[in-house]
């Protein structure tokens, strides 16, 4: 998967480091809408082919779009988490071009009167803090699906299925503020972060709800001027983004070394390659003759409505990071690990405010149980062992009832049952007993009923308290009778 020899050649480190990488993301997401954007017809993921279908979504004569208020109003919560200026007034456009999984001939978006636009997110890049802007947020329903292989004539024919004709999407185009991969890497995963939390989306890159386009170019450093920019399509994993920014970096780069000029142009990324290939000329605005869409009214949406969508939304991933480092006085790392998700930052805070100490709950979600639930492949929503419970077996072990050693034993007990920690102790005698007279009695019993083990033990053998303990539970079971 390296790149061509001749690239690899003219495009060494020492070479690519005399030049600068000028990378901007598009990223489409599929909000989160039971139905789509214009048409009562649903999103659900999986079904039969060609069955989430209606004249609408299919572009038939007479046929006549409505917009989707939900649709709406996620478009604009996410407009507000990537803080941009929600506009009062959108239009949305015809994108005229023919493919065959476009039955309208057209695709339904917003061009020269977007959404929102002018925001910002703020990544942290080996940590360094880094401000990338965000140019526009805009709606737009989706094409169908184009399926070249898996038939057994697929060498000759391809086949379309049109269920995501219509499904609602948000497009976001970000600045050209990104200088390397690794800035476009901590820029898209930032971003998922965000919009999960704010649930407008679930970016299931594997679903198809999350995709990102790659606009790429490179100058000379110290020059003011931008190069010929690519853009670089299917990129539909974080580790396959990096690579092609990589591959197709060190192509420009070698496509200057080499006296060449690089091209506008439209190049795919080779999975099984590692590599970028040509795919056509790169469009420009009027090669889709936009103009605005005449079956649907200007969008508005009033200064209210913004802020009552702002008013319902979740705490965003940074604020969340810093409250956590601030109110618990947890480690930084600790922090990013506890808000990787909104379900993570959830559970820990129930486990903190049940155990009462935010530092020993932290470790326990980050180690104990986010081994069990990597062991069982489950997420943090699927954790058998509920927040409360968690916190009740901390308290248990900050209020010195029982030892870390004796809760360790306990938990994957929890794990498997599903039950509070007191319910395993009674159930199982695991009640640590801090009355020194009961002990006391409890050694005198042990010693007398295996005298021959004490003796080995007194006489240096430590090996047989591997024998001793367990004949002292079997006391104490007997004395509580459990």
């Known amino acids: 998967m390296g790149m061509p020899s001749s690239t690899a050649t003219l ?28 048409c009562g017809c649903p999103t659900s993921f999986g079904a039969p082919p060609n069955t989430n279908v209606c004249p609408v979504c299919l572009g038939q004569p007479g046929a006549l779009p409505v917009l989707n208020r939900q649709a709406v109003e996620m478009a604009v919560e996410a407009a507000l988490a990537l803080n941009c200026h929600v506009k009062p007034r959108s239009v949305f456009a015809r994108k005229n071009y023919f493919y065959p999984d476009l039955p309208k001939g057209y695709q339904i978006s917003q061009y020269d009167q977007p959404l929102a636009e002018r925001g910002y997110m703020d990544v942290d890049i080996a940590g360094v803090k880094k401000r990338l ?3 526009r947020v805009h709606l737009e329903d989706d094409a169908g699906k184009s399926i070249h292989e898996g038939f057994k004539d ?15 999407l948000i497009e976001i185009v970000s ?13 898209l995963t930032e971003l998922k972060q965000v919009l999960q939390y704010v649930e407008v989306s679930t970016c299931d890159m594997e679903k198809g709800h999350l995709r990102c386009d790659a606009n790429v170019s490179v100058r000379r450093r110290g020059a003011e001027k931008f190069g010929t920019k690519a853009e670089v399509k299917n990129l539909n994993s974080f580790r396959f983004l990096k690579m092609a920014l990589d591959h197709e970096i060190a192509r420009q780069v070698a496509v200057i070394e080499s006296g060449g000029r690089v091209m506008q142009e439209t190049r795919l990324f080779d999975m099984d390659t590692g590599e970028t290939v040509g795919m056509r000329s790169k469009e420009h605005a009027h090669d889709y003759r936009y103009f605005p869409e005449p079956d649907l009214v200007p969008l508005r949406v009033s200064d209210v409505w913004i802020e009552r969508i702002r008013g319902s939304m979740a705490e965003l991933p940074a604020a969340r990071r810093a409250r956590f480092i601030e109110r618990y006085g947890l480690r930084e790392y600790d922090a990013q690990v506890l808000t990787s998700t909104r379900a993570m930052g959830d559970y820990f805070e129930k486990v903190a405010a049940v155990s009462g100490d935010a530092r020993a709950a932290a470790n326990w979600v980050m180690g104990d149980l986010a081994a069990l639930l990597k062991q069982e492949g489950k997420d943090i929503a699927e954790s058998p062992v509920t927040p409360e419970n968690l916190g009740r077996l901390v308290a248990l072990i900050v209020h010195g009832k029982i030892s870390g050693k004796l809760a360790k034993e306990i938990f994957p007990k929890m794990f498997v049952m599903s039950d509070a920690p007191e319910a395993i102790m009674e159930r199982e ?3 640590q007993i801090s009355d020194e007279g009961v002990l006391a009695r409890i050694v005198d019993e042990v010693i007398a009923a295996n005298a021959s083990q004490a003796e080995q ?11 001793l303990i367990p004949a002292g539970r079997s006391i104490r079971r007997r004395r509580t009778g459990c």
């Open 133 to 135: 802007g965000v140019t």
């Open 429 to 431: 005698g695991l009640a």
């Open 175 to 187: 600045e050209p503020d990104m200088r390397s991969s690794d800035e476009a890497y901590a820029y």
């Open 154 to 168: 697929s060498d000759r024919y391809t086949y379309v299925d049109l269920n995501r004709c219509g499904v609602p």
């Open 11 to 38: 495009a060494t480190p020492d070479v690519i480091a005399k030049y600068e990488p000028v990378i901007g993301l598009e990223v489409h997401v599929q909000l989160a809408t039971r139905t789509k954007i214009f």
């Open 457 to 467: 033990y007194r006489g240096g053998k430590t090996a047989v308290l591997g024998f």
